[in-house]
């Protein structure tokens, strides 16, 4: 299937929509939502927005790090989520989500170890680097997928050692995809951000709301 560019595929599985062309359904009551995700960034956005929803953590889902085009691997890990959970909860509309740094066309994954973050910390300091997010939204009983990814351009601030590891001392980096959470700390390794904020944290916020009006569900 193609979606948002030429050559984009997703997994295999039920109808999948771009969120450019989702179509409108029609719910006989609102389904219960569920939030695929161990997030705890994900969950005050969904609780900002005013929804109600139970989560429900993605147990088994394998996250790729690599073989495709950014937005892509964003997407097909947030389906991996959002249907783990969504094989338990048929009834549910089940929400996935997965966020990834890229520098040069390198992805950024979350860091394994201390290390590691302060390496990933020192590539990004002083750079452009871009923050997509994937979002998958599906129903088993509707037989359903929506899917789309956002993209946010980040400039980190110039970084020495010293003021990466005090950095490391207010955050733990160890949950995060290139080792730094926008919302926590931010001003003391963040220059300026070029588009959503919120997907920088974890989920576009204004985008999935788009997504979820548009079904009936918000």
């Given at each position: 299937?193609?979606?948002?560019?030429?050559?984009v595929r997703l997994?295999?599985?039920?109808?999948?929509?771009?969120?450019?062309?989702?179509?409108?359904?029609?719910?006989?009551?609102?389904?219960?939502?569920?939030?695929?995700?161990?997030?705890?960034?994900?969950?005050?956005?969904?609780?900002?927005?005013?929804?109600?929803?139970?989560?429900?953590?993605?147990?088994?889902?394998?996250?790729?790090?690599?073989?495709?085009?950014?937005?892509?691997?964003?997407?097909?890990?947030?389906?991996?989520?959002?249907?783990?959970?969504?094989?338990?909860?048929?009834?549910?509309?089940?929400?996935?989500?997965?966020?990834?740094?890229?520098?040069?066309g390198v992805i950024?994954?979350?860091?394994?170890?201390?290390?590691?973050?302060?390496?990933?910390?020192?590539?990004?300091?002083?750079?452009?680097?871009?923050?997509?997010?994937?979002?998958?939204?599906?129903?088993?009983?509707?037989?359903?997928?929506?899917?789309?990814?956002?993209?946010?351009?980040?400039?980190?601030?110039?970084?020495?050692?010293?003021?990466?590891?005090?950095?490391?001392?207010?955050?733990?980096?160890?949950?995060?995809?290139?080792?730094?959470?926008?919302?926590?700390?931010?001003?003391?390794?963040?220059?300026?951000?070029?588009?959503?904020?919120?997907?920088?944290?974890?989920?576009?916020?204004?985008?999935?709301?788009?997504?979820?009006?548009?079904?009936?569900?918000?």
């Open positions: 299937m193609e979606c948002g560019r030429k050559g997994l295999p599985g039920w109808f999948a929509y771009c969120v450019v062309n989702i179509p409108t359904l029609t719910m006989p009551h609102k389904p219960e939502i569920i939030l695929a995700s161990a997030s705890p960034r994900r969950e005050l956005l969904l609780r900002e927005m005013g929804l109600r929803f139970g989560v429900v953590l993605p147990t088994g889902a394998e996250e790729a790090t690599g073989g495709a085009a950014p937005d892509v691997l964003a997407i097909q890990n947030a389906q991996r989520k959002a249907r783990a959970v969504a094989g338990h909860h048929s009834e549910a509309l089940v929400i996935g989500a997965d966020t990834i740094v890229v520098l040069d950024f994954g979350k860091p394994r170890d201390l290390a590691d973050a302060e390496t990933m910390l020192g590539k990004l300091a002083g750079r452009r680097h871009d923050v997509f997010t994937g979002v998958c939204i599906t129903c088993h009983q509707l037989k359903t997928e929506i899917t789309f990814a956002e993209r946010t351009g980040v400039w980190m601030r110039a970084l020495n050692r010293e003021q990466i590891r005090d950095y490391f001392t207010k955050v733990n980096p160890l949950d995060k995809a290139g080792a730094y959470g926008a919302q926590e700390f931010g001003e003391l390794i963040l220059e300026r951000v070029e588009g959503s904020f919120s997907n920088v944290m974890g989920l576009p916020v204004e985008r999935l709301r788009t997504a979820l009006e548009k079904i009936g569900a918000a």
